[in-house]
């Protein structure tokens, strides 16, 4: 079980590296606007409104990623110690993530929230399974 927490742990950080790079990426190609704090809820509301497609489809897709990424990781490190339970972890916590930010800003718009709570866990269990079948493969 230890070996299990482990593996879900390194997939959480992980999980949260990916997102926080892809989302770095969408801020390069989205600049926010000049004078935004992103520490002020309000602000941010303010801005998501404003936001284009593309900007809010990078949101989206970097939870997705982190959490493929994190259930991949976790599934790897967990090895044949409850691979399918260590990739779950991050998916459901980037889950829990993304239920915290809609909460705190509602000003998402619905398909965000539907996306963002329909798609990691499946995203980190496909992770998981990529990892179990890749470690399947390299012990033949």
């Known amino acids: 079980m230890g070996r299990t927490l482990l593996a879900a742990l390194a997939g959480l950080a ?8 892809v989302e770095f990426a969408g801020h390069a190609l ?4 000049p004078g935004i704090d992103p520490a002020n809820t309000a602000d941010m509301a303010r801005v998501i409104g404003t936001l284009p497609m593309g900007a809010l ?10 959490a493929f ?7 790897l490190l967990a090895g044949s110690a409850r691979p399918r339970l260590a ?8 889950t829990a993530g993304v239920i915290g930010m809609i ?10 929230a539907v996306a ?4 990691p866990v499946p995203a980190a269990l496909a992770g998981g399974a990529l990892a179990s ?3 399947g493969r390299t012990r033949r």
């Open 14 to 21: 992980t999980a949260f590296i990916t997102i926080w790079l």
């Open 30 to 33: 989205y600049p926010p606007p």
């Open 57 to 66: 489809m990078m949101i989206v897709v970097a939870w997705v990623v982190g």
């Open 69 to 75: 990424d994190g259930g991949f990781v976790a599934a």
């Open 87 to 94: 990739a779950l972890a991050p998916g459901v916590m980037v």
């Open 103 to 112: 909460v705190a800003m509602p000003a998402h718009p619905a398909w965000m």
């Open 116 to 119: 963002g709570l329909l798609l």
């Open 133 to 135: 079948a890749l470690r």
